[in-house]
Every structure is written in C-alpha cells, then in structure tokens.
C-alpha cells in the first residue's frame, strides 16, 4: 500500500514548565486576530456603518458565540448520547470536540444581538464577518492535521495518503484537513475576497453572507466524501455523515439570501 509518512510535528507549540501552548490554540488565535484585522480594513474602505470600531468591539463577543455555539453544537450533533450520561464533561473544552456549524450558529446569533444593540444592519455586519471567516477556517483545519485528528478515509491507492499516528487500524487515509483547508479556506477566501470588492455584491447587504453559506456547504459537502465519519455516528440518511447533513441547509439558506438580497435595491 502507497502511503506517506506523518510529519513529526508536535502538537504542543510551546511549553514553558507547567505552562502549554497547543498548535490548536494559535490556529484559533490566529484566526480571530487575522479575521479582525481584515474586517477593519474592509470597514475602512467603505465609510460608514459598519465602522472599524464596531468591529473592534465584536472581537469578545465573536470569540464567545464561537466557544459557546461549538461547544453546544458537538455535545448536540456528535455525540449527545454520551453527554446526556456525564452531562458535566460537556464543559470540558479542553478535551477537544468543537463543532463548526454549532460555532456559526454561535457567531451569527452574536451578530444580530450586536447589531441590533448598536442599531446597525446585521446583514452588511455579517457580509464582512463571513469575508474573513475563511481565515479562521484555513488555520483551524491546519491544526486539525497538527494533531492527526478527523482524518479521511482509507486510500489504499492515492500517493499522498498518510497514516494518522491515531488512527487504530493503522490504514493509509485521504489527508482530508489539508482538503477542507484549501476548499473552506484558501478557495472560499479568494472567492469572497473578489465579491466584496464587486458593486453589486458589496452594495447589497446579505449577499456576501449568502456566497459565505452557499461556498462552505458546498465546499463541506464535497470534503465529506474524502473524511472518515465521526466514529460514534458512522453513515447517517442515504449514506451521508452528519457534515454534510448539516451543511445542505446552509447551501439551502446561502441561495435564498443571496436572492434576497439580490432583489433588494443597492445602496450607495
């Protein structure tokens, strides 16, 4: 069988005495500082609301709807079940189990609460959070592969397969983290870094948001077939995993905001 070897990175970044940084940690650090950085310098090149220091402001709570809606969303989708039995485990985070459409739902919440508080459009908000969401996307599914975690599936035949040091069976596998990188990182950011910088996208509130929702379903859905199921769910309705399941009615949702905010007159 055809196979690569691991890379010998360590999943521990830094460590001073009982003091350990994780890999995971900087990718999640990484992520909301980059995204930060790259929404202000888009609320720069468009005056108005939202400004700058709105978004200055959303870091904590962005931050906070991430965690909280992750969290709540593996212990709901993944693994509920086991956390019904030690209800008391579901708050330790530190175990891992991080759910990615739980933390959208998290920030998108965040966002209408903010938005709302600070009385401007949720919409034009969110069209810039989702142009920087990509970045947080790319780093995280690095560490993903950091710390050989939700691996693909077995790839006998492919010369780029590797075999996970955590993975029991011990089989060559589709490095599927590096595939979601690239599809729910480097290709939705370009994509959504060419749209906000197009009239008709940037001048219709909604619409950035929806490509957002429409490129990573899409983009999630396709890596589903080269990922190993989560073990304690396997195949799910017509042979899906709870991935994809989760990601048709975000394509779903992404198209009828996307036409919504198509048919909504531009501004200026």
């Known amino acids: 069988m055809l196979a690569l070897a691991f890379p ?10 009982p003091i350990v940084i994780r890999w995971y940690a900087l990718a999640y650090l ?11 310098h888009l609320a720069r090149t468009n005056p108005g609301r939202p400004s700058p220091e709105d978004f200055d402001d959303f870091l904590t709570w962005a931050v906070v709807g991430v965690i909280l809606g992750g969290r709540t969303g593996y212990v709901l989708f993944y693994n509920l079940p086991f956390y019904l ?3 008391l485990d579901a708050l330790k985070v530190w175990h891992g189990g991080m759910s990615f459409h739980g933390g959208l739902m998290g920030v998108v919440v965040a966002i209408l609460l903010f938005s709302w508080k600070r009385g401007i459009s949720a919409l034009a908000f969110g069209d810039l959070i989702a142009a920087a969401a990509p970045i947080g996307l790319f780093f995280g599914r690095i560490a993903n592969f950091i710390n050989g975690e ?3 599936r077995a790839a006998p035949d492919v010369p780029w397969a590797i075999v996970f040091p955590r ?10 983290q590096l595939y979601e990188s690239f599809l729910e990182g480097a290709v939705l950011f370009t994509v959504l870094f060419i749209a906000v910088r197009m009239p008709a996208v940037r001048q219709r509130p909604g619409m950035a948001a929806g490509i957002f929702f429409i ?3 899409l983009s999630r859905i396709i890596a589903e077939f080269f990922r190993e199921p989560d073990a304690q ?3 799910l309705f017509a042979g899906a995993t709870m991935g994809q399941l989760l990601s048709l009615p975000m394509v779903l ?3 009828a905001l996307a036409l919504y905010a198509a048919r909504r007159p531009a501004v200026a």
Do not use: T
């Open 233 to 235: 769910l396997g195949f």
């Open 253 to 255: 949702f992404g198209v």
């Open 167 to 176: 993975d029991p069976l011990q089989l060559p596998r589709h490095p599927s």
């Open 150 to 152: 939700l691996y693909g």
């Open 8 to 17: 010998a990175i360590d999943p521990v970044a830094v460590e001073f005495g």
């Open 215 to 217: 490129g990573y379903g």
């Open 30 to 40: 990484a992520g909301f500082v980059l995204g930060w950085r790259y929404c202000l």
């Open 85 to 87: 039995e030690n209800p």
